[in-house]
């Protein structure tokens, strides 16, 4: 690898929580399994599937506990005696446990992985709908691929735990008490000398397991930064394409995949050295055992059936221990992925809804104003965005926002849609102030017509039912026929059932404004939002999307940010912000006549209009 890829090359992600120092994930370990508890309300969803779960799983470990008694009273008793039906009955009873045995384990089997399946199914829904209404504020300062990896990747890892190795840890734990309990009624004192060892064989394993611990967080970030390392690079494929960095790409994404590794194999050295001094110690303390078991017997006070059978839950002790030990590493492991989880859902949404929302007045008016609003985005706050902006749209009126990129026309929208609240001054929907609002009430006023349309991998119908998910094909064709969509998209090979493809890169940039129109058609909303609608269009399609714009704001309150000035011309008034403050307000005309801010721009760009 190249001496240049160093880490530093590598996009570098935001985590979850970024006040989260190296020194405080330390500290977050002595949590250890704590984490595990927030799977707990999943489980309890299901508890007959639960209830179901622990009587198989108890059942198979009983069936199991039984199996040294009928081989203690076969080999004292059966083979001392010559008795060929004791022996007979013995073993089909051995025989009857092991059925007993293979169905519980089948149901054991079954409903464990349900539930991990379903636990797993319900905490990705839980968490794309918690990360779904979290603000811009959080994806600004959070990487996609990041999230991604805790979609995916951390929730495979709590599949395993909630269901498979939960299950069998419980198993093994039900197995080992159960044989420690049987090892006592056939010696106490083999017992004891059990018990003696078992100090030396936790300590050790308790102190690795943290390890394991540490390490499997380590890998799991490791991975999510390779993650969204690729999801970044691959979004934006054409232009990776156009500057020919795909070689470049390679090698950093090699490179963080290589770090993931090393990462991976660290957790499975350590995992490795664990279940090695596990099963050394368990090995160990069965020989001693059994060392002192077969001096008993040669001396006459125990018996050779009740040494095998005290070997018998010994070893089943001893494999039980064992078992518990290698799944600790797993349980371990689940619990790192469990702590970015939660993390995760932890964090609260910064805009949200009141604890009594004050009801928007019925039927909608469309009137919006703002009330000397003063704001500066959260990631830099010296730097003010709006200072001291005020006006009054009333309802059915055209406003068109103009001025210099930077001057805070934007900001203007992402508060109407109340992505973020203003620091100083109101924002107010039909009288109402939007912080007291409801907010799904309140984006619900309000339709969007973005300069850079986000559409999805599905139909055209889908991508058009944005706007109203509950509409049916008649209304879709209704408001593509009135957005001047129609007919191009009746020509696409499927008509409205056609598949797009990611972010719909099969259509022009007309084609795909105009079905963000009738997304805005179809919501028919009192408020319009067109945000550079035409800027990016050529004069044949900015024309088919200005008429279908048109017809949209028909009766509706519309705000239009435009560059192009020829396009805010109609507006009824225009408000001419630099700075962030409105530096002058009037029509077309009366813009141009006072010879400002406005006048300047207008100039330039019809002087360059003309050139071109």
Do not use: C
């Amino acid at each position: 690898m190249s001496n240049a890829l160093n880490r530093d090359n590598i996009t570098k992600i935001d985590g979850i929580n970024p006040a989260l120092g190296e020194d405080d994930q330390e500290g977050r370990q002595r949590l250890e399994l704590r984490p595990l508890l927030s799977l707990w309300p999943y489980l309890a969803r299901h508890r007959g599937k639960l209830i179901l779960a622990g009587v198989s799983l108890v059942v198979s470990a009983v069936a199991m506990l039984a199996i040294p008694l009928a081989v203690r009273r076969v080999i004292d008793l059966g083979f001392g005696g010559h008795d060929g039906v004791f022996i007979n009955h013995y073993f089909a009873m051995l025989i009857v446990i092991g059925l007993i045995l293979a169905v519980a384990s089948a149901a054991r089997f079954y409903y464990v992985n349900w539930l991990g399946e379903r636990v797993v199914a319900d905490l990705r829904s839980d968490v794309f709908r918690h990360v779904a209404d979290l603000g811009p504020a959080f994806f600004e300062r959070t990487h996609s691929g990041e999230l991604m990896s805790r979609l995916t990747a951390d929730t495979t890892q709590i599949k395993a735990i909630a269901g498979s190795s939960l299950s069998q840890a419980l198993r093994s734990f039900i197995m080992l008490v159960g044989a420690l309990v049987m090892m006592f009624v056939t010696s106490v004192h083999l017992t004891l000398m059990v018990l003696l060892a078992i100090p030396l064989i936790v300590l050790p394993l308790i102190a690795v397991g943290r390890s394991v611990r540490r390490l499997s967080r380590r890998a799991q970030d490791q991975l999510a930064e390779a993650s969204a390392y690729a999801a970044e690079n691959l979004a934006a494929s054409r232009t990776m394409q156009a500057f020919a960095y795909e070689k470049p790409a390679a090698a950093q994404y090699r490179y963080a995949v290589e770090l993931a590794f090393d990462a991976a194999k660290e957790r499975m050295r350590a995992r490795a050295w664990l279940t090695a001094l596990a099963m050394f110690l368990v090995v160990a303390s069965i020989v001693a055992v059994l060392w002192f078991g077969a001096a008993a017997v040669v001396d006459g006070s125990m018996s050779v059936g009740r040494l095998s059978q005290f070997v018998l839950y010994a070893v089943f002790a001893g494999a039980s221990f064992a078992q518990v030990s290698e799944i600790w590493g797993e349980v371990s492991q689940a619990a790192g992925a469990a702590e970015r989880l939660t993390e995760l859902l932890a964090i609260e949404p910064e805009i949200r809804s009141p604890a009594v929302p004050v009801p928007l007045p019925s039927p909608p008016r469309g009137e919006v104003a703002f009330k000397d609003v003063r704001f500066a985005y959260p990631g830099r706050p010296q730097l003010p965005t709006l200072n001291g902006v005020s006006f009054h749209a009333l309802p059915g009126e055209t406003i068109a926002l103009v001025g210099p990129s930077g001057a805070g026309k934007s900001t203007i929208f992402n508060l109407l849609l109340r992505f973020f609240d203003p620091q100083i001054g109101e924002v107010l929907i039909d009288g109402v102030n939007a912080r007291s609002a409801d907010l799904e009430q309140l984006r619900a006023r309000m339709a969007l017509v973005p300069q850079d349309v986000a559409l999805f991998a599905g139909t055209v119908a889908d991508n058009i039912r944005y706007g109203s998910p509950e509409a049916d094909m008649d209304t879709v064709r209704r408001a593509a026929v009135a957005a001047q969509a129609d007919e191009f998209i009746r020509a696409l090979p499927g008509g409205y059932q056609t598949r797009l493809g990611e972010r719909g890169i099969t259509l022009s940039g007309g084609q795909r404004q105009r079905i963000a129109i009738a997304r805005a058609v179809l919501k028919d909303a009192p408020i319009l939002l067109l945000d550079e609608a035409t800027s990016a269009l050529d004069a044949e399609s900015e024309a088919q999307v200005q008429r279908a714009l048109e017809r949209l704001m028909v009766g509706r309150t519309t705000l239009v940010i435009a560059h192009r000035l020829a396009t805010v011309q109609k507006a009824k008034r225009i408000l001419v912000m630099d700075q962030g403050r409105i530096v002058e307000e009037g029509t077309h005309a009366e813009l141009i006549a006072k010879g400002g801010l406005y006048a300047r721009l207008a100039e330039m760009q019809f002087a360059a209009e003309a050139a071109e």
